[in-house]
Every structure is written in structure tokens, then in C-alpha cells.
């Protein structure tokens, strides 16, 4: 077996079905961080931070994100239970 590659990550938002990043289109950036985890962002294919788009974000109650890789959860925010 092969080691994953960045064609094996799937994107979920409410507004992308389950998605290979291969398939989206060039301005779809994917990051994470230590204050923001997982992260989905719509470039506009510019380099002005001001100017992208969240598309799904691990903490974002209103744009949930789930992140996969063939299947293997990373990352998966739909549905949190936020009261807990």
C-alpha cells in the first residue's frame, strides 16, 4: 500500500459533498493552526487575506468542516454537541 498523498484528502462543508481536494478547484486552501485547527478557505484566487472566504472551519458553528483521508477521519465538526 501507498502512503497517503494530498490527492487521498477529502473535503466535506455545507456546501461541498464529500470532495477530493484534487477535484476542487485551485483557489481551495487548506490549513491548520494551533488558534484556528482545520481550516477551509476559498482564495478567490488572490493573495489578499482579506479577500478569502472561510468555507468550513473545525471551531466554526455556522460552517462546519470534515476532513478525510480514504475514509480516516481528521477532522470532523458536523453535528458537535456544543453544550457539553
Same mark, same amino acid.
Given at each position: ?5 494530498y490527492h #487521498?484528502l +477529502? ?7 464529500? &470532495?477530493s ?9 487548506v490549513?491548520?493552526?494551533r488558534?484556528?485547527g482545520?481550516?477551509v478557505w #476559498?482564495t +478567490? ?7 478569502? &472566504? ?6 466554526d ?12 477521519t481528521?477532522v470532523d ?6 453544550s457539553a
Open positions: 500500500m501507498s502512503k497517503p498523498s #487521498d +477529502h473535503i466535506t462543508t455545507k456546501d461541498i459533498k464529500r &470532495t481536494i484534487f477535484d476542487l478547484p485551485f483557489n481551495v486552501l490549513i491548520c493552526t488558534t484556528g482545520w481550516e #476559498d +478567490h484566487g488572490g493573495v489578499n487575506l482579506f479577500n478569502y &472566504t472561510l468555507l468550513g472551519g473545525e471551531y458553528e455556522e460552517r462546519p468542516l470534515r476532513l478525510d483521508i480514504n475514509g480516516e481528521i465538526s458536523f453535528g458537535v454537541d456544543k
